[in-house]
């Protein structure tokens, strides 16, 4: 998969994340994507939020892996 492509199914999984994320007062954005590793900000709600770090690894993490079987990890920036 070409990395324009890869962008733009991340960018798509993103948005839906992200309005899970809203409903609590935080957000998500996407930093880069390099060796098929993305990285994402948590930001509002989320940078403080003590269940930040499940929430990537459950829910972000998670749903991009399953979403896009080419991700090999996420991580917060």
Known sequence: MNEETL???VENV????????KTEG???ELVDIKD???YVRLTGACETCPMST???KNWVEGTLKREIPEIVAVKAV
Do not use: C
């Not at 993103?14 to 994320?21: A, E, K, P, Q, S």
């Open 7 to 9: 962008r733009e199914k």
């Open 14 to 21: 993103i948005t839906r994340i992200r309005v899970g994320l």
């Open 26 to 28: 935080g957000d998500i």
């Open 36 to 38: 098929n590793i993305v």
């Open 54 to 56: 499940l929430t990537m």
